[in-house]
């Protein structure tokens, strides 16, 4: 087979004996020139090059304006002929080339001076203003500009053919570039498994245990038992405490969130959401999200409960079936095949009701063993609780009375008093008449019947509105105060306002 030696053409090459000049010429200046010529006229055919893709990018421009303004003269005569070179002259376009020329021509300076041109040969023909010649001497001169100017790209066109194949005759620095690159790619970690997962090499407690053969069994065993000793103890302790630290539940991921919320039965959404989210089949996921059905379900949220074991279940699946259990798993329910949808789906069906019945032990166990309540309790024994219950929202007239009340606003005081019964109307009727009572018993007896969030939110809005009072009783040391304090305690317990205020 012959060899095909054409790709090597576009090299160009030279060694000594290419160089021929003149004797008192040193070879390296002759050298030296014949380089700088090589690339002086590189550069000239780039910037020829580029002048003429600009003027052929020009004409483009210009050629469907000038043919619009053809076809608008022929229709409306040569008033508009007129019309149109006063507006280029007034009020001309910026638009213009893209070219770092500051002398650039705008496109519509260049329709201005095509039109005078036009009107100028028309004068020269002997057409005047008034001359019933003078649309058809307009028009044809703009019809004779567009030939001229297919012309000319026409000219353009071949003349940038011409340059480009010279300049692709021989193979530059410019033509160099990688034809293909290939490098390794390592591969993507896997994910960590999820906090809490149980691991799959977890190494089973074992317990060593030494023999001593003796001569006397029976002495041995009547002899007194001896404490084992430290160090077996401390590696004991170590391994309760190892034991105790793997007893953390999975925690659900935010990804698995989003996977758990994938509908029932989306088997072909659940297969691309793995596909796309490598964290999700991580070991201990199932896990996460059998704990977060649990949650759930708990919670009342049935819906999503069943979700959790729906996915859970997809998970475990997977995890039975092999290294290629996922796409095994899929391509059969994707498919519908129903022996495996059926057993899945009776699976899923069995596990959810076997949580619903858990939750169910769980809350009545935890009703049995009496669940956190929220208690008021004194800090100490001479403290008391009492309440400051409103009779009803602040008076139209209100006033203030006695010692230390000149400093306050009155409307704070009135926003304070309708904050105070707006808070007591929002209670329940038990909790109204509780407060009513001024009895701590059965303002907790209330509270105990409610969840741990709805006594805390009570407490707060009792606090807020100024409802729950702390006061101390017993003897209190006064010692160093005079008779001036003696005597704004008198006059405080004269003074009375129509409204009491915390």
């Known amino acids: 087979m012959p060899l095909n030696y054409s790709k090597w053409d576009k090299l160009e090459l030279s060694d000594d004996s290419d160089i021929e000049g003149h004797p008192n010429v040193d070879k390296r200046s002759l050298i030296r020139w014949k380089q700088r010529d090589i690339h002086e006229k590189r550069e000239m055919r780039k910037h020829r090059i580029a002048q003429l893709k600009a003027d052929i990018a020009c004409g483009e421009v210009l050629k469907p304006r000038i043919q619009k303004i053809t076809e608008e003269v022929e229709a409306q005569g040569a008033p508009h002929f007129s019309a149109l070179v006063e507006r280029f002259k007034t009020n001309p ?71 480009e194949e010279e300049q692709h005759k021989r193979i530059t620095m410019e033509d160099i570039h990688d034809g293909f690159d290939s490098h390794y790619v390592p591969p993507k970690p896997a994910p960590p498994p999820v906090k809490g997962a149980i691991p799959a090499d977890k190494p089973k407690k074992t317990e060593t245990v030494t023999e001593f053969e003796v001569l006397n069994p029976k002495g041995v065993q009547n002899a007194p038992h001896k404490e084992p000793s430290t160090s077996a103890a401390a590696a004991s302790s170590s391994n309760s405490a190892a034991d105790e630290d793997t007893d953390e ?62 996915q859970s279940l997809l998970l475990q699946y997977c995890e039975k079936l092999g290294k290629d ?12 095949d129903h022996r495996a949808t059926s057993v899945f789906e009776k699976d899923v069906m069995d596990t959810y009701a076997h949580l619903v019945e858990r939750v169910r032990i769980s809350k009545a166990e935890e009703a049995a063993a009496g669940g956190e309540q929220i208690q008021l309790v004194p800090e100490n024994p001479n403290q008391s609780i009492t309440f400051n219950v409103p009779d009803g929202p602040p008076p139209e007239h209100l006033e203030l009375e006695g010692p230390g009340t000149e400093d306050l606003n009155i409307e704070d005081v009135r926003k304070a008093l309708q904050l105070r019964w707006d808070v007591f109307q929002s209670f329940d009727e038990p909790l109204q008449n509780a407060l009513k009572s001024q009895s701590l018993d059965e303002v907790n007896k209330v509270l105990g019947s409610m969840s741990v969030e709805r006594a805390e939110d009570v407490v707060k809005l009792l606090d807020v509105g100024g409802i729950l009072s702390f006061s101390e009783s017993g003897i209190r040391d006064e010692t160093g105060r005079g008779a001036e304090a003696d005597d704004e305690d008198d006059q405080g317990d004269d003074g009375q306002a129509e409204n009491d205020v915390d």
């Not at 259990?325 to 519908?336: A, E, H, T």
């Open 249 to 310: 539940l999975p925690e659900l991921t935010p990804v698995l969130e989003q996977f758990s919320r994938i509908p029932l039965k989306s088997y072909e959404e659940s297969w691309e959401f793995i596909k796309a989210h490598r964290d999700v089949y991580v070991p201990g996921a199932s896990d996460a999200l059998l704990v977060a059905a649990f949650r759930a379900q708990s919670n009342g949220d049935a819906k999503w409960a069943q979700q959790c074991v729906h």
């Open 325 to 336: 259990g996922p796409s095994i798993l899929f391509r059969k329910m994707i498919s519908g």
């Open 93 to 163: 376009s910026p638009e213009k080339p893209p070219t770092n020329s500051p002398d650039q021509k705008t496109y519509d300076e260049m329709l201005l001076n095509l039109m005078l041109q036009v009107w100028e040969e028309a004068k020269k023909k002997g057409v005047e203003k008034d001359d019933p010649k003078l649309l058809d001497t307009l028009v044809a001169g703009l019809k004779e500009h567009l030939v001229k100017m297919d012309e000319h790209q026409a000219k353009l066109r071949k003349e940038l053919e011409q340059e």
